[in-house]
């Protein structure tokens, strides 16, 4: 079956951390860019990282950017996104997709297949 599966979500302290892992089944991982969103309650999607094909090239949202890491390890079709010191606003559904490209915007044309996602909450 092609999917795409995240895992790694929970519940931490502000200040904590947590590693996502985005893993591929059913098609090669690393003909497709890999972006990670969020969606929180009552808010819009929201692109948090990309990751090229061969993953030397990465981009990060503003609000993420020097504390979250994305990272890929095409061998075993796995794409992970490290959190560190993480926000109560940071909590969401976290879901990862295979796409065309890594851009600042998002359309429907870029998107080949998205994971089910999984809950990320941040609370004291």
């Known amino acids: 079956q092609v999917q795409l599966v995240e895992s790694g979500g929970g519940l931490v302290h502000p200040g904590g951390s947590l590693r996502l892992s985005c893993v591929a089944s059913?098609?090669?991982?690393?003909?497709?860019?890999i972006a990670w969103f969020r969606q929180a309650p009552g808010k819009e999607r929201e692109g948090v990282s990309c990751?090229?094909?061969?993953?030397?090239?990465?981009n990060y949202a503003d609000s993420v950017k020097g504390r979250f890491t994305i990272s890929r390890d095409n061998a075993i079709n796995t794409v992970y996104l490290q959190m560190n010191s993480l926000k109560p606003e940071d909590t969401a559904i976290y879901s990862c997709?295979?796409?065309?490209?890594?851009?600042?915007?998002?359309?429907?044309?870029?998107?080949?297949?998205w994971g089910q996602g999984t809950q990320v909450t941040v609370s004291s």
């Open positions: 997709a295979a796409v065309w490209r890594c851009g600042s915007t998002w359309s429907k044309l870029d998107f080949a297949l």
């Open positions: 059913g098609f090669t991982l690393d003909y497709f860019h």
């Open positions: 990751t090229s094909r061969s993953g030397d090239s990465t």
